[in-house]
């Protein structure tokens, strides 16, 4: 139920922004998820919806992705709430990537080892030079999802960018890409929307 959640804002489909507190069933690859936009979020989680409206009712439309319910959820689980992400859909793949890109050799790139840990079929390229890496794999609910790490001495070149773009480019099939992006980490975000990414809401992924 959470991948057509997924596959309707792929699709462009905005939810109505109507306050409504969806709860569905924990999606593969992780013990829950919270994923909200504008007035409208998504809990998708092994637990009594009930329960969940009971939780947000004194603030549907931003309850369920604050501190206080991220937390009941984490207790009634039993697993933790990972970071606040913006998530964020990749454009149409372009015909041929726009920057150069060799296949990354099997590493211990902390990038890749923690890519992981996290998702499967993953694969990883490197710009020729070794300054800046491309991730892509996939996530929960089979979600193909990519990252990008650019070193701190080429910062600023637009790599981040020139990354993000090509990233549709390498994907093994026709498919929805994402890509999940800490607030916090503007570089990283500028990257993404100047690439054409579309930001679609924001999530909280459980045992992350």
Known sequence: MFLEVLDRLAAGETPPADASVTTVP??????????????????????????VTAQVAHDPVAAPLGARFLAAL???IGVEPGVLDAVLVAPPAPLRPGVPLLLAEPGEHPRVVRARRHRTDVRAWTTPDGSA????GRGV????????????AA??????TALAAAAPAMLPEPAPLWAQVAPANVASLRAFLAAGWRPVGAEVLFGS
């Open 74 to 76: 984490a207790d009634r």
């Open 133 to 136: 890496l491309l991730v892509l």
């Open 141 to 152: 609910a089979g979600r193909w999802e990519a990252a990008i790490e650019v070193n701190p």
């Open 155 to 160: 910062r600023g070149r637009g790599l981040g």
């Open 26 to 51: 924990a999606p593969l690859g992780a013990p829950a998820l919270v994923v909200g936009g504008t007035a409208w979020h998504v809990v998708a989680a092994d637990v009594d919806p009930a329960w």
